[in-house]
């Protein structure tokens, strides 16, 4: 017969194991949803240049009319993945969508290769994650290194002079560090005081402070990574 604390030490490690097991899952739909929305987008483009280029050349009314219905489904299924990834991630990561947004999220989870493998990053590598282009050629050609990734989609960075930016990108990360690291190990943990601090050093710097509609402002913001 198990003693209680053996007991107790192999329901821990069951929940554990269901529980991470639940979340590779998880991860899995996410990780397959963001790359199904990066392609979409790439295919959007790609198809309103040719629809274009096709009525320059005065095709036929019929062939025109067929090709912007398949646009059309082809934005109406970029409009379902997006709402599915708002649904996901404020379900799995509460405090790192509260900060960064659901498609930041998505996609800083998409890069990183999962919930597990963004919460154990340095929020040095978060800060430029994804800008792996910039990164290869610092170190090969010596440029300047980057100061910022997927993390600019942001509307903290993007809509601040250039020379405010690396320093708000690393108080971002900073913060999107502690919030995935507390989603991952604490779940269910909501920390409304993540949100205070990230607002009480803006307020510092004497920039603007962090709302749900400035957060969502980049919710179409198309990226390729």
């Known amino acids: 017969m198990k003693k209680p604390d053996q007991k107790l030490r192999d329901t821990s490690i069951k929940l554990v194991k269901e529980r991470l097991a639940s979340m590779r899952e998880d991860d899995e739909q996410l990780i ?5 929305l990066e392609f979409l987008d790439e295919a959007i483009n790609v198809f309103s240049l040719h629809i274009q280029d096709f009525n320059l050349s005065k095709g036929p009314e019929d062939v025109g009319k067929q090709l912007n219905l398949s646009l059309d489904e082809l934005k109406n299924s970029r409009v379902k993945i997006v709402e599915f990834l708002n649904h996901e991630t404020g379900r799995l990561v509460p405090n790192l969508t509260q900060l960064a947004g659901p498609l930041i999220a998505a996609r800083l989870i998409f890069a990183a290769g ?112």
């Open 32 to 36: 397959e949803a963001v790359r199904t």
């Open 114 to 225: 999962g919930i597990c493998n963004l919460a154990k990053m340095p929020s040095s590598r978060i800060q430029v994650l994804g800008a792996k282009k910039s990164l290869f050629k610092h170190l090969k050609k010596a440029t300047p290194p980057p100061k910022y990734g997927i993390i600019f989609q942001h509307p903290l960075i993007n809509t601040v002079p250039i020379n405010k930016r690396g320093k708000i990108a690393r108080i971002l990360a900073g913060k999107l560090a502690i919030a995935v690291r507390v989603d991952y190990y604490s779940k269910g943990t909501k920390r409304e005081d993540l949100l205070a601090e990230l607002n009480r050093q803006l307020v510092r710097l004497g920039e603007k402070v962090l709302t749900d509609d400035t957060r969502d402002r980049p919710k179409d913001f198309e990226f390729s990574l």
